[in-house]
């Protein structure tokens, strides 16, 4: 079993950054693949962020050159830092991760809903103010 905590959310305004952790614990001595999603009321769950094992990361369009997600895994921490936050990154951000086996790559799960990933955080909150 994995288990991931979130944390680091909380309310900004438009133009703010945040930076989310997702501390790993548990059965991790396998590869994996990690990500980001988000939920916002209303909406379906969507790809933000996903990290292979050997740090090769994809983002959603949406995201790109604003957020950058790593890993230290020496801390056994995934990060998302958020830069220049717009109140459409409102959300619940969750952590994901799932063993990196075929089918389970970064530049394929962040463009779905996370359906790949078995272990998920509790989320955390991110509100972005006009």
């Known amino acids: 079993q994995v288990q991931l905590v979130e944390s680091g959310g909380g309310s900004v305004q438009a133009g703010g950054s945040l930076r989310l952790s997702c501390e790993v614990s548990?059965?991790?001595?396998?590869?994996?693949?990690m990500g980001w999603y988000r939920q916002a009321p209303g909406k379906e769950r969507e790809g933000v962020a996903a990290i292979n094992d050997d740090g090769d990361a994809s983002y959603a369009d949406s995201v790109k050159g604003r957020f950058t997600i790593s890993k230290d895994n020496a801390k056994k921490t995934l990060y998302l830092q958020m830069n220049s936050l717009k109140p459409e990154d409102s959300a619940m951000y969750y952590c994901?991760?799932?063993?990196?086996?075929?089918?389970?790559?970064?530049?394929?799960?962040?463009?779905?809903?996370?359906?790949?990933?078995?272990?998920w955080g509790q989320g955390t909150q991110v509100t972005v103010s006009s």
């Open positions: 548990g059965y991790t001595d396998r590869n994996y693949c």
């Open positions: 994901a991760a799932e063993v990196a086996v075929i089918g389970v790559d970064a530049r394929t799960v962040v463009d779905g809903s996370g359906s790949e990933f078995s272990y």
